[in-house]
């Protein structure tokens, strides 16, 4: 008699397969909420990332020139303009150094995920143009 107890055990295993409607709502919210946070933060980290080329693209192409703060000014508004990244003039911090300029854009960019919880990256590139 306990052969066939065994048997029918390993038989109801072999069919009970799947997954139940409880567990499919679980992952189903907990993959959203995954999904949701992903298309908040990477637009974030994306900015961060085109701040950093276009402060790079600004050190290379103003190396052995006679830049002015100015110049570079109107230059870094110009290429995040471009970029569709809005940044205020407050947060680019140009000063002279003895070979030439030192540029530093500070700022965070947030992106609210659910009711009060937000995402926080904070910008703060530099580099130094040396003349």
């Known amino acids: ?5 065994t048997r029918d055990r390993v038989a109801t295993r072999r069919r009970q397969s799947g997954i139940t409607a409880i567990g499919f709502v679980v992952l189903a ?15 974030l980290y994306l900015q961060k990332m085109t701040v950093a080329s276009v402060l790079a693209d600004v050190e290379r192409d103003g190396r052995g020139g006679g830049q002015t703060a100015q110049g570079i000014r109107s230059e870094l508004e110009n290429r995040l303009s471009i970029e569709s990244i809005e940044i205020p ?43």
């Open 1 to 5: 008699m306990e052969p066939n107890r």
């Open 29 to 43: 919210l907990l993959f959203g909420i995954i999904g949701l946070a992903a298309l908040k933060v990477v637009p």
């Open 89 to 131: 003039r407050e947060n680019f911090k140009i000063t002279q150094v003895r070979d030439g300029f030192q540029v530093r854009i500070q700022q965070e960019a947030r992106a609210q995920f659910i009711a009060d919880l937000w995402f926080v990256i904070v910008i703060d590139e530099q580099v130094e143009i040396r003349r």
